[in-house]
């Protein structure tokens, strides 16, 4: 028997819902999902007074709470932000449709015609924290690539988030599709969050987007399969051929640029040959990091603070930066694969032979040449916007936008083939 | 405290191994794995006799133990089997490598150039039953895309897989590549595959080769990405636009070629337009099939079994075949999208709208258009070998070959870039 309000129960009947819009998501046309994303991001619009007072009785509860102030910064809403909010989903609305896309074809000798057609993944799951604009940011990337979505935000945001989907859906039905195309999960019960990773029935994969603490019990519990990282503890290697200038603003800029974000250096790794490993040093502490160093370089500039072993296993998120000196590429890969987190690394080299060597055997899901960290985005990689960045090694890694957010079919075209 | 004896630590240890392996794998040269496996193959030849003995042993024990007929069938071993399982490792050693392949590239308005690039995905754990031809099979596949692997087998296969296994390892030495790219588990003990299942941070993924109880409990207890097809429940409709004689054809072969493989189909659909329905079930009944109808089908063909409502949800892997009359195209749609495996569907139609529209809205991983249901297979793709047929949505789908074993990196070559 069904406990009618079970969480599981819940989430299966928003599942079955969800499974028959995705089924009218797949055979919609690109423009009427365009369409619909451009209702949305209307709707959006007119709604931002609805929205605004949403989020201030949000902010209100959450500041009687004693929620720290930056998270009461995440969750804010203003009329700036709602625009952000809205342009957002009309820039997805703009954005190259990934579907009925022929990945190859070929011709058997029987004369079957084979192609691989790009089909979305089906039912999404999104499980978030208090920043309302994932509402829209990720339920805008998941229709454009067909899918439908089931929505699960913090529960700080709760009145936001319903303002801003009941706006969104506003959009798609206005364009035609179903509402149930995006779903909010109504109720704050953290048991809803669990009945959703449990939910493989219904759900086919399950992005969390927020941070470490969410990550890991979603990939601790899922039996959806999930699309994510879990660390960003990038490094960056500096050769003895790299040009000293360009080492510098590559090494500023890969930790000090925005110090939160999961494409931040936390590890600078410099050669014993690099001419100038203190000017390094000085250069991140001038901008203000804490540089904790291995023995090697602490006989070289003294008055480094010591790095402790859990050091290079961490993600600071932060301006603090651990820096070992090491003997060469080989030994700084060996390093990498030992403590990385297979998110983004980076080798700042002028010898071809040594950066394509350090590029073919770092095996994140990320390898730079001679460019800050920081690029690790899917709006700088030319993707027009990002779900996410996932450190797995399926389906999708690295930033994921429109193609990760779809799979592919085999069709079939003869004549009457029999296998015989 | 790790208990030395469990099989979590024998599983970590030889996932250890594996890792290290694969790293190797990752870097190494399309020449040396082609030469590894057609070393493998001369290997395996070469121990033939070696092999049969070790065959005999289990064959012996398993018919004391009273294995059925058709499960030892699958144990047993002749000088022709063990040429073919020679033949198919050096097959795989002339396909094409899917290493290295850049997916797509562009240059961002910076100057950096983006590249993805096909990599091995890893370490891959193999979980199959009684036959021996798997051990070679798999650790082919795996380490053609760079990936070690890790077999576990069936017990009652037990001295035939060492066998196998100690020839195929010789070959992968004798070309320089390490042993530990493909290991047998050890020891009969089921909790050895539990550990496998468990073993997130140690395997990327595990392919289950077997019946429906292996993979059944595979999918339910794996915490590692499963690649997979639980069931082929296959359907063909057959439109009113059918040529008669190809849609004879079609049914015959997808149905009676081989009634025991994942291809075969298990629901026949006739368009109740269709103007010969009674021809198609005689044509079944002639060839040996057990015909079981929906009433309407019996009130047109007399003296026809009925259907329980369980056959249109059962594989049967046999000579039996449910028929249902359906009012049109989408009638047929909506039982397969209920009622089918997602595995391989297929219409026969003249009419190109109407198969067309089948071919879009059928949401299987392979949909068919006047061909039969037993081309489902990698051979008959063109891909050169399986290593088995995924009806999941992520990663790969349908047929599984080398490209399947891979996945990507992105690669960025810059000139001092930074975000700024």
Known sequence: MLDPDAPSTLIARMGEAARGAAATLAISSDARRAAALARAADALRAARARILDANAVDVARA??????????????????????????????????????????????????????VRVPIGVIGIVYESRPNVTADAAALCVRAGNAAILRGGTEAIESNRAIHAAFTDGLVAAGLPAEAVQLVPTTDRAAVGAMLAADAHIDLIIPRGGKSLVARVQAEARVPVLAHLDGINHVYVDASADADMARAIVLDAKMRRTGICGAME??????????PPMLVAALQQAGCEVRGDQALRALVPGTAAAEPADWDTEYLDAICSVALVGGVDEALAHVARHGSGHTDAIVASNPRVAEHFLARCDSAIVLWNASTQFADGGEFGLGAEIGIATGRLHARGPVALEGLTTYKWIGRGSGQVRG
């Not at 932000?81 to 009925?100: C, F, N, S, T, W």
């Not at 590890?267 to 100038?276: E, G, S, W």
């Open 63 to 116: 500041d009687a709470a004693g929620l720290a102030p930056a998270m009461l910064d995440r969750l804010r809403l203003d009329d700036a932000r709602v625009e952000g909010i809205a342009a957002a989903v009309a820039a997805v609305a703009a954005l190259h449709d990934p579907l009925g896309q022929v990945i190859d074809t070929a011709t058997r000798p029987n004369g079957l015609v084979l192609s691989r």
């Open 267 to 276: 590890t600078l790794l410099i050669d014993r040959d690099f001419a100038r």
